[in-house]
């Protein structure tokens, strides 16, 4: 069992920055895909970032390339999401996941360990 624990979240006005960090509750990186995901009310939860070690694979949905950045520390089992030039459109109560399979994938059905949420609001 994982127990994820995700932090960083809060208000920040469209075109700033925030950092999520997720700490795992043991090692994963070794093995795992770490993945972030968010939601909004009504809305499936969406894909936006995931990275597997071993391969050295990052994933980025097109909406958050180029202003996201995926990273971890395997010191301190965490893992991070820079998130930079923020936007109205990417406020949601943000998740991280943990995929024990070493196939970096979008989908949030194959992901097995998943952290409470923490919301990242941007103001316009």
């Known amino acids: 069992q994982v127990q994820l624990v995700e932090s960083g979240g809060g208000l920040v006005q469209a075109g700033g920055s925030l950092r999520l960090s997720c700490a795992a509750s043991?090692?994963?990186?070794?093995?795992?895909?770490m993945g972030w995901f968010r939601q909004t009310p009504g809305k499936e939860r969406e894909f936006v970032a995931a990275?597997?070690?071993?391969?050295?694979?990052?994933l980025y949905a097109d909406s958050v390339k180029g202003r996201f950045t995926i990273s971890g520390d395997n010191a301190k089992n965490t893992v991070y999401l820079q998130m930079n030039s923020l936007k109205s459109e990417d406020t949601a109560v943000y998740y991280c996941?943990?995929?024990?399979?070493?196939?970096?994938?979008?989908?949030?059905?194959?992901?097995?360990?998943w952290g409470q949420g923490t919301q990242v609001t941007v103001s316009s």
């Open positions: 996941a943990a995929d024990r399979a070493m196939v970096v994938v979008t989908t949030p059905n194959n992901y097995d360990y």
């Open positions: 043991r090692r994963t990186f070794s093995t795992y895909t």
């Open positions: 990275i597997n070690w071993s391969s050295g694979r990052t």
